[in-house]
C-alpha cells in the first residue's frame, strides 16, 4: 500500500473512531447539502417544467390585462382572469392568413376542487408539452356527446374515476361552499395518460356543455323559476357568447410578433397575444431576488456546516496531540500530519454530501408526486446536472480549505509538545 493509500486509510478509521462526535457533524452537512442542491433543483427543473408545458402555442390570446396573469390562468389555471373575450373575435381570428390552428378554451367551473376547461376536440390534437410530445388516452376517446367529460390522469386517480362515471360540475372554482349544476350530469368518456402538466388534473369539456349548464344562470347565480332540463339543453343555441382564451399556432413563426402588433392593435375588442416563453421570462425575472435570497440563505446553512466541521476537528486535536506525537514518532513527518487532518475533513465532507444527495432523493421520490398531482409541477429523479455538479464540487472544495484551518495547527505541533502532554 502507498504512503498516501494507508494514510487515506487511516484518516477513515480515525473518523470512525470518533463518529459519535463526528456524525452530528456529517448531519450538518448532509442538510446543507440538501438545501443548496435541493433549491438549485426545484429552480431548474420547475423553470423547465413550466416552459415544456406550452409548447408548440405560439400564442395565448386574451382580454387585455396582465400578460403573465392571462398566461398563468389559462395554461397553469393559476389565478383568475379579469375579462373574457368574445366569440366573433375567435372567429375572426381563427379565419386569418397566419393563423395555422386555434384552439379557444373556457375556464370558470370545477369538480371538487379541480378546474374545468371547456375547449373543442382540438384541443387533444394540437396540445403539446416537453417540446414535442401530444396527448394520448389510457382508455376512452375525447367528448362527443353533449354531456362527455375527459379527465386528466391526476383526476381520475384521486377520484378513482372509471369510464362511464357519472358526476356534476360546480359553479366557480374551489372546494367547498360551490353550487353544483346537479341537474345536468356528465359521463367520463376518455381518460388522459399522465403528463406532469396541468392537464392531469383537469377536466375536459366542450364549448357548447359549458353553455349548456349555465342556460338557466344569469350573474353566476340560478334564475328563479326558470330551469331548462338536460335533455332540452340541445334545443338551444349553444354558440358561445365569449371564451376565456384562444391558443394560436401560427403556419410561420417567424410572423409572431407581427401578428401579435396586429392583435394588440385589434380595433374591435382590446385584446392582447401573449408568447408564453416572454411571459415566462418575466416571471423568472420577478423570481430571481427571491431565488437569490434563498440560495444565499442555503449557502450561509453550508458554511454553518462547514464552521461546525472546522471546530469539531480544532476542539479534538487537545486530545488528539500524544496520538499526532507518537505518530511523528514512528517516523511521520509534519505533512504526513497535515495529509492526514486534511483527509479526515475531506471523508467527513463527502460523506455528508452523499447522505445529502441521498436524502435529496428521498425527498423528491415523495414529494415530487405529489406536486405533480396538486399542482402539475413535476419534480424528477435524475443524476445532477451542470450547475448541480458546481455546486456540489463548490461545497466539497470549501470543505478542504476549511480542513486545512485545524490540518495548519496540527502540521506546527511539534513532537516535544506532544509529548510533554500530560495525562
Known sequence: MSRFGYLLSLAGKSAWNRKNTLVLVMFSIALSTTLLIGLERVRTQLRESFIQTVSGTDLVIGARGSDLQLLLY????????????????????????????????????????????????????????????????????????????????????????????????????????????????????????????????????????????????????????FHVQAEQAAKFDLTPKSVTALLVGLKNRARVFAVQREINNYKEEALMGVMPGVALDQLWAMLNTGEAALMLISALVTATGLAGLVSVILAGLGERRRELAILRSAGASPGDILTLLVLEGLWLMLAGVLCGLALLCVLIAGLGPILAESYGLGLRLSPPESGEWLLLGGIVAVGFLASLIPAWRAYRLSLADGLSVSV
Open 74 to 225: 389559462a395554461i397553469f389555471h393559476l389565478g383568475g382572469a379579469t375579462n373574457n373575450m368574445g366569440w366573433d373575435s375567435v372567429r375572426r381570428l381563427a379565419a386569418k392568413n397566419d393563423v395555422a390552428w386555434a384552439v379557444p378554451i373556457s375556464l370558470g367551473d370545477s369538480h371538487r376542487g379541480f378546474p374545468v376547461v371547456a375547449t373543442t376536440s382540438d384541443f387533444f390534437a394540437r396540445y403539446r408539452y416537453q417540446r414535442d410530445k401530444d396527448l394520448r388516452f389510457t382508455e376512452g376517446a375525447p367528448f362527443d356527446g353533449l354531456f362527455d367529460v375527459v379527465l386528466g390522469s391526476g383526476v381520475a386517480k384521486k377520484t378513482g374515476y372509471v369510464l362511464g362515471e357519472k358526476l356534476t360540475l360546480s359553479h366557480g372554482s374551489g372546494k367547498s361552499g360551490l353550487t353544483e349544476h346537479a341537474d345536468k350530469p356528465f359521463a367520463a368518456t376518455g381518460l388522459l395518460a399522465p403528463t406532469g402538466t396541468p392537464v392531469d388534473n383537469s377536466l375536459f369539456i366542450s364549448l357548447e356543455a359549458m353553455e349548456a349548464i349555465h342556460l338557466d344562470w344569469q350573474g353566476g347565480a340560478p334564475i328563479p323559476g
